[in-house]
């Protein structure tokens, strides 16, 4: 079966710490994608990637940079976690051809 | 750039009422996927649309896309509790050579027993 998995379920962070937040697919999709879910605000797209080491931004990029060195990961990095950011986060991926998108758990970020 | 809106933001049914959510775009979509998101979980891909007034079916589901690409709706017939999440929908549009799907802010459909 395909497989999304983001590398924590949950997670606390202090103020002005350096995040990483992984998400690796088994499928060879060429698109990687990263939400934040926040209640009643649906899915904001942050960023998304087409290829490898290739990134775009999405509706909501401040704050946030994302690196994909290799086609199965792509990586969510908040610079300098604020209170702010403590939100749901959600990767996806899917092949180029704008079918399905497949989503792991999801990440709930807690920043202190 | 491209907004998807939805409506409404919350649905309480009696179980065995009809359900209805709406999905308008502001520009004209290229396909319209719709996941479900159970309480506690990700967000499920149920169904895409890509032809124009396309209507499809899954056992009590009915997803409609509209004439203009502009509008879609699912409907759900005698809701039941496993019925019970948030239905998002999503419209994709075309960047470069990939697709980006722009997620409206979901339906919570609330189902009492």
């Known amino acids: 079966d395909v497989k999304v998995t983001q590398s924590s379920r949950y997670l606390v962070k202090r103020t002005g710490e350096k995040v990483f937040l992984e998400c690796v697919q088994d499928m060879d999709h060429e698109n990687m994608f990263w939400y934040r879910q926040d209640p009643g605000l649906g899915l904001r797209l942050i960023y998304f990637?087409?290829?490898?080491?290739?990134?775009e931004k999405g509706d909501i990029p401040e704050g946030y940079s994302v690196s994909r060195e290799k086609k199965e990961r792509f990586s969510l990095i908040l610079e300098s976690a604020s209170t702010n950011q403590t939100s749901m986060y959600l990767c996806?991926?899917?092949?180029?051809?704008?079918?399905?998108?497949?989503f792991g758990q999801g990440t709930r970020l807690t920043v202190v | 750039g491209q907004q998807v809106m939805q409506i409404p933001q919350y649905q309480h049914v009696q179980e065995g009422e009809d359900f209805t959510t709406y999905c308008n775009s502001s520009?004209?979509?290229?396909?319209i996927q719709w996941y479900k998101q159970r309480p506690g979980g990700h967000p499920v891909f149920l169904i895409q649309?890509?032809?124009?007034?396309e209507v499809k079916k899954q056992k009590r589901l009915t997803f409609q896309f509209g004439e203009a690409k502009k509008n879609s709706s699912l409907h759900i017939t005698a809701t039941q509790t496993t019925d019970v999440g948030t239905y998002f929908c999503?419209?994709?549009?075309?960047?470069?050579?990939?697709?980006?799907?722009?997620f409206g802010r979901g339906t919570s459909l609330i189902v009492h027993p």
């Open positions: 520009t004209t979509l290229s396909n």
């Open positions: 996806a991926s899917s092949l180029p051809q704008g079918w399905k998108a497949f």
């Open positions: 649309l890509v032809k124009s007034g």
């Open positions: 999503a419209g994709q549009r075309a960047t470069g050579g990939s697709y980006i799907p722009t």
């Open positions: 990637s087409y290829d490898v080491k290739m990134k």
